[in-house]
């Protein structure tokens, strides 16, 4: 890894660097504005799904400014974009950065923008500033980190990292339209069918480090007026299906020792998630059911099927996991107790934590001393793609404040200052990284 005390080639460079560090605040701002257009909702909120028209828009949008960035790009057959800055060195195994611009129903416009917009404006700063890579330097723009469409979170990096068993799954999985994946990728101009996919992972030893720059989507960094946060570790995330089906029937002519109520029993379950996170003692036990639809959905109907969705979290695996098996246990209760049956409870994803390469965290500290931003370390309860990139690359990433620490809603927000630290910290770590 990266040499703690730092090569003096390093630290020449980047001491009377920063002084020459120049961020266009203006016309970054003005790209997080213009990405937020391509949006199926009304501004100020942002939705960006896997593939849409607009998904393609903003990618197309995003490839413009790697070019005016003077970066080579190539796509993968999943939509996974590289933006690379070629070193002297070009035989090194690159320094890589990127992060996600699709976007939840109804969420804000800055979850992963700031990683993307702000790694290519970095790549700019260094340029202005007369900076060489040796490593070469590669943006990365990873397709869809989020779940919303098939249910797959951090899809293309999941890949990259060489997850089969996800390679096969996207064989049959379908969206709510029931379009299948490979339907939904080639309209958007990627992948043809299975035979395209292995070509996508990355081997191991990729790139000599991976780092991230996302808003903290937590309130800690705002509240403690720090500028900076250096993420040691990314929480477990773990998300399950669940079906109930009942008889359903007339809402009016059920006597109710009579009825199995599909939606009750979704109802009771999700009050148990609650229970069986509550149990864990930990404050960094989280969950919740942020999808529930009960089937046929009639108000004088009794539910004869209901579907939710649990996300459920925390910084330790084990007691992650503990939450899972007490919700299956739940599941199996309610249905006997409820007379229903549980037709599916099915385990999405169940991810390890990851942590940070210390080298790399080291590196950002310095960046953020040099720079003369308060900073502090500090874990990730959202999940990125660090989260996988971190199983082929040693990995980290910074932190930026957020307006009380909203995300996945219209008020998220960011300052251009606070972006503007961030990207000039990623600027400063990525010489580091790339010169060592
Ligand atoms: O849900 C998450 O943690 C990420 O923001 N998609
Ligand atoms: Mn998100
Ligand atoms: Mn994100
Ligand atoms: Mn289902």
Redesign the pocket.
Known sequence: GYPTQEPDSVSSFSVDAVSSFSVDAQGLQKQIDELSNFSDTPSPSVTRILYSKMDVFARRYIKNLMGLSGLSIREDAVGNIFGRWEGYEPELTAVATGSHIDAIPYSGKY?GVVGVLGAIEAINVLRRSGFKPRRSLEVILFTS???TRFGI?CLGSRLLAGNEALMKSLETVVDSQNISFFDAARAAGYANDEEDLPSVFLKKGSYSAFVELHIE?GPILEEEGISIGIVTAIAA?ASIKVDFEGNGGHAGAVLMPNRNDAGLAAAELALAVEKHVLESGSIDTVGTVGILELHPGAINSIPSKSHLEI?TRDINEMRRNTVIEKTHQSAITIAKNRGVRLSEFKIINQDPPALSDKSITKAMQAASQELNLSHKLMISR???DSLFMARISPMGMIFIPCYKGY??KPEEYASIEDIANGVKVLALTLTKLSLY
């Open positions: 979850d980190e989020e779940p979170s989507q995330p996300d959202a999940y990125h995300s996945h």
